[in-house]
């Protein structure tokens, strides 16, 4: 019988990747998730019965325990940017990420892939980071021989920065940003799936790797051109960390007393974490360890952010008709 692996918040971002690569391997896919009815589309990535969507509350024992029931590997993709609430960073990243690792143990599941984050550490600037680095030692205590990854940010078509960006920049002329000079090395979600693929096949080494891209780059940078892409003007608009903050302040309050209905479009947390760069560590194991060559953002970008464009589909098609005439 074919292998099975439970990957935690499976049908996010990052989860589904992981779940094609596997199904095309041939493995039995168990997504655990809250809302299984809302995952459905899981169900496509492989032969009848091979992905199955099912309930699973990390926060409970006996959820996890029955979601890694005859499980040979499992993969935690389970994150949040929420600091408070019952889903907050240390019920997630902390307790969360424990309890998968002590309930492998128990279940006797042989490996396990933790998702963490670039940048995670005891000493870190924002609680997010420091509850990934808690996270991490709490899986190591149970699961000594782990795999996890430390990926910068992701990129791919169904990202929450390059789109959220291009939507702000399709709206008005002016695109603001918090640490316009802070470096990141985004990296392109199926090249974290891969890696992720490797570990729970047992091709990766148990350690830690940091996921990046192949260039680092400025916000600004990434905005331009992610500007480029889209073919808009936007004036790239760097705001103070001081007022960045204080913004902040103010839609945490106002999500407090809307019970979360209000928006909140930066944290105060978001903003600490921007005053240091995103990138890897000099001499850190990283893809190169797994045999896996970074993506550039120029190849993947315009795959799905031509929609963002002032013609849309039809811009490129526009440009060589100029061309044409000129």
């Given at each position: 019988?074919?292998?099975?692996?439970?990957?935690?918040?499976?049908?996010?971002?990052?989860?589904?990747?992981?779940?094609?690569?596997?199904?095309?391997?041939?493995?039995?896919?168990?997504?655990?998730?809250?809302?299984?009815?809302?995952?459905?589309?899981?169900?496509?990535?492989?032969?009848?019965?091979?992905?199955?969507?099912?309930?699973?509350?990390?926060?409970?024992?006996?959820?996890?325990?029955?979601?890694?029931?005859?499980?040979?590997?499992?993969?935690?993709?389970?994150?949040?940017?929420?600091?408070?609430?019952?889903?907050?960073?240390?019920?997630?990243?902390?307790?969360?990420?424990?309890?998968?690792?002590?309930?492998?143990?128990?279940?006797?599941?042989?490996?396990?892939?933790?998702?963490?984050?670039?940048?995670?550490?005891?000493?870190?600037?924002?609680?997010?980071?420091?509850?990934?680095?808690?996270?991490?030692?709490?899986?190591?205590?149970?699961?000594?021989?782990?795999?996890?990854?430390?990926?910068?940010?992701?990129?791919?078509?169904?990202?929450?920065?390059?789109?959220?960006?291009?939507?702000?920049?399709?709206?008005?002329?002016?695109?603001?940003?918090?640490?316009?000079?802070?470096?990141?090395?985004p990296v392109w979600v199926d090249d974290v799936a891969a890696a992720a693929?490797?570990?729970?096949?047992?091709?990766?080494?148990?350690?830690?790797?940091?996921?990046?891209?192949?260039?680092?780059?400025?916000?600004?940078?990434?905005?331009?051109?992610?500007?480029?892409?889209?073919?808009?003007?936007?004036?790239?608009?760097?705001?103070?960390?001081?007022?960045?903050?204080?913004?902040?302040?103010?839609?945490?309050?106002?999500?407090?007393?809307?019970?979360?209905?209000?928006?909140?479009?930066?944290?105060?947390?978001?903003?600490a974490s921007l005053r240091s760069h995103n990138v890897a560590t000099a001499?850190?194991?990283?893809?190169?360890?797994?045999?896996?060559?970074?993506?550039?953002?120029?190849?993947?970008?315009?795959?799905?952010?031509?929609?963002?464009?002032?013609?849309?589909?039809?811009?490129?098609?526009?440009?060589?008709?100029?061309?044409?005439?000129?």
């Open positions: 019988m074919a292998k099975l692996v439970t990957i935690f918040g499976g049908s996010g971002f990052l989860g589904r990747y992981i779940a094609r690569r596997l199904a095309k391997e041939g493995w039995r896919i168990r997504i655990a998730v809250r809302r299984p009815d809302e995952a459905g589309f899981v169900r496509t990535y492989g032969h009848v019965g091979q992905v199955v969507p099912t309930f699973c509350n990390i926060r409970d024992d006996d959820s996890v325990r029955e979601a890694l029931a005859g499980a040979d590997a499992a993969v935690n993709c389970v994150g949040t940017f929420d600091m408070g609430g019952r889903n907050s960073f240390d019920a997630i990243h902390v307790q969360g990420a424990e309890r998968i690792a002590r309930l492998c143990l128990e279940q006797g599941v042989r490996r396990l892939v933790q998702i963490s984050a670039l940048g995670a550490g005891a000493e870190a600037g924002s609680e997010y980071a420091r509850s990934k680095a808690a996270g991490e030692a709490a899986v190591l205590r149970h699961m000594p021989h782990a795999v996890i990854l430390r990926p910068s940010v992701i990129f791919g078509q169904e990202d929450s920065f390059f789109n959220r960006f291009a939507t702000m920049a399709s709206r008005g002329p002016v695109l603001p940003v918090v640490g316009a000079n802070t470096l990141f090395q693929q490797k570990a729970v096949t047992g091709e990766a080494a148990p350690g830690v790797y940091e996921l990046a891209g192949p260039e680092a780059m400025t916000f600004r940078e990434l905005m331009d051109l992610m500007l480029g892409v889209i073919r808009r003007r936007r004036l790239v608009l760097n705001l103070p960390f001081w007022l960045a903050g204080l913004m902040a302040r103010g839609f945490g309050l106002g999500a407090t007393l809307t019970g979360g209905l209000a928006p909140q479009p930066i944290t105060r947390d978001q903003v001499g850190a194991t990283g893809f190169e360890a797994l045999g896996i060559t970074p993506t550039a953002l120029e190849a993947v970008l315009p795959d799905y952010l031509w929609r963002f464009r002032p013609q849309g589909q039809y811009a490129a098609i526009q440009e060589s008709a100029r061309n044409l005439r000129g």
